[in-house]
């Protein structure tokens, strides 16, 4: 199709210690951040975490205790959802079942009084980039999940919203469909360059389609970051153990100047992080480490530094193209996940490699982190 | 030989169970309403003739003389309006109630849910009375919206309670969606919710109009010149001979059968979707 759609509100969205309760209930608390001109951000956390409550904070479907929502300059936080120039896609799609799919996606210009003959070339134009053009006169109950998913989507571009808001709007399809649909709205999103803020529970959706990453718990935002910064420099205990699967291997510690003390085992600190621990000593701390980044002896990196410790097997995991080893040392268990062409057998003895470059330190009090 | 399994037997004492039933259930229906249609129809003479069960020449004229003689035509309109505005007022009020209900919580909404049923603990007889002499100073009395006033207290209790379990069950992200597309609260509702419990709201209308077309005791008691045809007919066909109490009995039942049946279809599924 040749019609080109020109973005003429892009926008930063700015939320001001956003804070929104439910009763006693603090749903959303003092959240500060900005979201930038045509960025993708997605918020993150676990079901309950406030980050559904802060999109509809955004889109005005839920009114703020405290705080304010700024597009670009525009303070509309008390401004009703329809004068905000947004579009939503809702986990349940929301699709009109009274309407054709030429009606839904038609619907949201038609209410702006768009000309007829422009609201055909723009229906056409998202129908056609989500490619259910064939489906525009037929209606919701005949569509499959994943077609309803495609015309709330189309219906939510359709118009040029300042700000593209999605819940969880992949939940509801079934995996294959979930990982296909992941890439497409990426791809689209950089497309039409809206900015886009969408929440997920769900970290790969999270991971593989974020510019950014604002992590969420119990109302807070924990981190806000790219997705690699997210995984390889988590701020905070949380976070840490909220990303990346499975999950980091934690254990408490005493810090003795030049190696963390778990009682079972010590994993030596390399000299470059002493500094940074200088004023722990003696202290416990929590120390985190990744099952990638514990290796077997046959298969570790060269030119690493790593720690060896000696442990039992006590569990395996194939998953095929990785195997994850539960090793226990002592009374501490660590999991490593190596090639899934080693075999091990259970209860056996094993040597395993802490790399240590990777190691996140944690304060025990706070959950930052040191490093 | 061939055997019927012990499967098969069971299916088909089954199924004949069923149909004597339905049968059953039916003829509790039909019987009686065919009684009215036939003997409505019937000419006097063979209706009393006590050698005849099913009455053979049929006439118009009783049909005829109690609607146009007895002028019961006049009455069939005042009930005709009467329900029609009972709808209207009922759903007029009942529509946000059962929408607040469903939608909202308030404090006091369990208390206000209990309230409305118990509107329906007094008896009309009680209310009878205070009901005329407010009327009377009103000057309601003898007027069809007295009547439909006071139906819409009979049946306003039943349209809050269905259309709130009706709201229930459309999903609160459609009208979500509609304001987030650009729709007011109102114009949502008009345009996405109305149009999704059509169904519901047929039910409910339904009731409304069977309930009002039957009401006989309050029309009695508030009219006197502009009566409603059970609250007429009770008078009129009261000392009259049985073919015109079935000619009555006939035009008390078809406009109800016609409008459940025009309503009716509202009541299955909509748009592929079954609302309760």
């Known amino acids: 199709m040749g019609y080109n759609l020109k973005v003429k509100f892009m926008v930063e969205v700015k939320l001001v210690d956003l804070t929104k309760r439910f009763g006693k209930v603090v749903a959303v608390d003092h959240i500060n951040l900005t979201i930038h001109d045509g960025e993708f951000l997605v918020f993150l956390g676990p079901s309950g975490c406030g980050k559904t409550t802060t999109l509809r904070c955004i889109a005005g479907l839920e009114i703020p205790e405290e705080g304010h929502v700024y597009f670009g300059e525009e303070d509309v936080t008390f401004l009703p959802p329809r004068e905000r120039n947004i579009s939503m896609v809702f986990q349940s799609y929301a699709v009109w079942p009274h309407m054709t799919v030429f009606d839904n996606i038609a619907f949201p210009l038609k209410i702006k009084k768009y000309p007829e003959k422009d609201i055909k070339k723009r229906v056409e134009w998202a129908a056609n980039l989500l490619r259910i053009s064939e489906l525009l006169d037929r209606y919701p109950h005949q569509l499959s999940g994943g077609q309803r998913q495609r015309v709330a989507v189309a219906r939510a571009i359709v118009v040029e919203p300042r700000v593209l808001l999605m819940d969880e709007p992949l939940s509801n399809l079934d995996a294959l469909l979930r990982v296909l649909m992941r890439s497409e709205l990426k791809k689209l999103q950089k497309r039409i360059k809206v900015t886009t803020i969408y929440v997920t529970h769900d970290q790969v959706e999270a991971m593989t389609m974020a510019d950014r990453v604002a992590v969420m718990n119990e109302g807070r935002l924990m981190q806000v970051g790219t997705p690699e910064e997210i995984y390889n420099k988590p701020g905070i205990l949380f976070v840490a153990g909220f990303i990346g699967s499975p999950r980091m291997n934690f254990f408490e510690a005493t810090f003795t100047g030049e190696a963390l003390d778990a009682g079972d085992f010590k994993v030596n600190i390399l000299h470059e992080y002493r500094a940074m621990l200088e004023k722990y000593e003696g202290k416990t701390l929590t120390v985190g480490i990744r099952p990638e980044h514990v290796y077997i002896p046959e298969r570790s990196p060269t030119g690493v530094p790593q720690q060896e410790l000696e442990g039992v097997v006590d569990f395996v995991e194939p998953l095929g193209s990785d195997t994850i080893i539960h090793v226990k040392i002592g009374n501490k268990l660590l999991l490593a996940k190596i090639p899934g062409t080693v075999k091990v057998d259970y209860g056996s003895r094993i040597k395993i490699l802490v790399d240590l470059t990777h190691l996140h330190v944690f304060e025990k009090e706070t959950t930052k982190a040191i490093f | ?276």
């Open chain 2, 1 to 276: 030989m061939s055997r019927v399994a012990p499967g098969e037997k069971t299916l088909i004492l089954k199924k004949l169970v069923i149909y004597a039933l339905a049968v059953i259930v039916s003829s509790w229906i039909l019987v009686p309403l065919a009684l009215i249609f036939i003997s409505a129809f019937a000419v006097p003479e063979e209706y009393y003739d006590l050698n005849r069960i099913i009455p053979t020449s049929f006439t118009l004229e009783n049909v005829n003389a109690l609607l146009f003689v007895l002028k019961e035509w006049k009455a069939t309109l005042n009930s005709i309006i009467v329900a029609l505005l009972t709808i209207a007022i009922s759903f007029a009020l009942g529509l946000p109630a059962g929408y607040a209900l469903a939608r909202y919580i308030f404090p006091g909404k369990d208390m206000f849910k209990l309230l409305i049923i118990s509107l329906r603990m007094f008896p009309l007889m009680i209310m009878a009375i205070p009901l005329t002499i407010l009327y009377l100073n009103l000057g309601l009395s003898d007027t069809l919206l007295g009547v439909a006033i006071a139906h819409t207290s009979l049946a306003l209790p039943f349209v809050v309670l269905i259309t709130s379990s009706i709201f229930v069950s459309v999903p609160v992200e459609y009208e979500e969606a509609g304001m987030i597309f650009g729709l007011t609260r109102f114009e949502t509702f008009f345009r996405i919710t109305l149009p999704l419990i059509l169904p519901g709201l047929a039910a409910a209308a339904i009731f409304t109009f069977v309930m009002s077309w039957n009401e006989v005791f309050v029309a009695s008691v508030l009219t006197l010149v502009n009566r409603t045809l059970p609250a007429d007919i009770l008078v009129s066909v009261l000392a009259a001979p049985d073919p015109y109490k079935f000619a009555a009995g006939f035009i008390m039942v078809l406009p109800a059968m016609i409008f459940v049946f025009i309503a009716r279809k509202y009541l299955v599924a909509m748009w592929g979707i079954t609302l309760r």
